[in-house]
């Protein structure tokens, strides 16, 4: 099962720290690079682009990384 999120969704995830939370920016359907990492995105297998409500960063998740709020 796919998620579909849109820009402005609430979602949190699990980091190394413990829960987060933040909002979906964008759909990533491209290869890209955010913070000198590449993101290995395509149509077939999309990122979610999201910014942390707690540090204000951006970073890319799996669909199943995140989970709406």
């Known amino acids: 099962m796919s998620k579909q999120l849109e820009g402005g969704d609430e979602v949190s995830w699990d980091t190394s720290r413990g829960k987060t939370k933040g909002k979906v920016i ?13 993101v ?5 297998l999309p ?3 999201v910014k942390s409500d707690k540090s204000g960063k951006r970073a890319a998740h799996k669909p199943g990384e995140l989970r709406k709020l």
Not at 26 to 38: L, P
Not at 40 to 44: D, E, L, M, V, W
Request: proline fraction near 0%; charged fraction near 35%; aromatic fraction near 4%.
């Open 26 to 38: 964008s759909k990533q359907t491209r290869e890209t690079k955010i913070k000198g990492h590449e």
């Open 40 to 44: 290995k995105a395509s149509a077939a």
């Open 47 to 49: 990122q979610y682009i």
